[in-house]
């Protein structure tokens, strides 16, 4: 499993969106599960608190899931996809981290 981002790996078969929003062009995979809530994206996007963010993701999106169904729903060749890109903070990265916690596998950004 990697991480991405939609500019460069949205036409790769393997790619799942799990953005709240993917780009209308993108004609890929989605997976809404864990994509963020509008609310605390939209804070973020108005404050950049990042640490608010992270907390707010964990709770309110990956404690509710169990990492082995989503890992199994996905694939493990699946490439995990939002906007933004890897130098910039992300809820992907989030998502692998917590994968890789969780799983004990490596989740890499391409």
Request: proline share 5%; net charge positive.
């Amino acid at each position: 499993m990697n991480t991405s981002y939609f500019a460069i790996q949205s036409k790769n078969p393997n790619a799942v969106s799990i953005a709240g929003k993917a780009p209308e062009w993108f004609t890929g995979k989605e997976y809404k599960l864990l994509a963020p809530k509008y609310w605390f994206f939209k804070k973020y996007k108005d404050d950049g608190d990042k640490e608010f963010y992270t907390e707010q993701y964990n709770i309110e999106v990956l404690n509710k899931l169990d990492p082995k169904k989503v890992y199994n729903d996905l694939g493990e060749n699946a490439i995990l996809l939002c906007w933004e890109k890897p130098s910039e903070f992300c809820h992907r990265r989030l998502v692998a981290e917590w994968l890789e916690k969780n799983l004990n596998i490596k989740v890499k950004e391409l």
